[in-house]
């Protein structure tokens, strides 16, 4: 029994083939022929891009809005550490310092 290798497609391809699809100016079967991908591949592409489109035209999605607020969040939280840490060197070097004057 030996399995066939998946096919990976590029999201352009992806998108550029939904989107004839989603035109509806030649039948799936007839795209399928053309770019040599299944029907049944071709209407789950077609169903997933209608289904996402509105989210092309909302201002900010909540994915980037949480990741740049992640981000500055985590950028303050490294600024705090680097001045902990100074600040932790430079009370070990004065208690190195001092033992080695006892």
């Known amino acids: 029994m030996t ?3 998946r096919k990976n497609y590029d999201p ?4 550029k083939v939904a989107f004839e699809a989603a035109k509806e100016e030649k039948t799936i079967v007839q795209l399928s022929s053309e770019y040599g991908v299944h029907p049944n ?3 789950l592409w077609k ?3 209608l289904k996402d489109l509105p989210l092309v035209f909302q201002n900010k999605s909540k994915t980037a809005y949480d990741f740049e607020e992640k981000e500055s969040e985590l950028y303050r939280q490294i600024g705090q550490l680097k001045v902990e840490i100074d600040w932790l060197k430079k009370k070990s070097q004065m208690l190195t310092s001092t033992k080695k004057n006892y």
């Open 41 to 43: 591949q071709i209407g």
């Open 47 to 49: 169903k997933k891009l």
């Open 12 to 15: 352009k391809f992806k998108a």
């Open 3 to 5: 399995m066939k290798n």
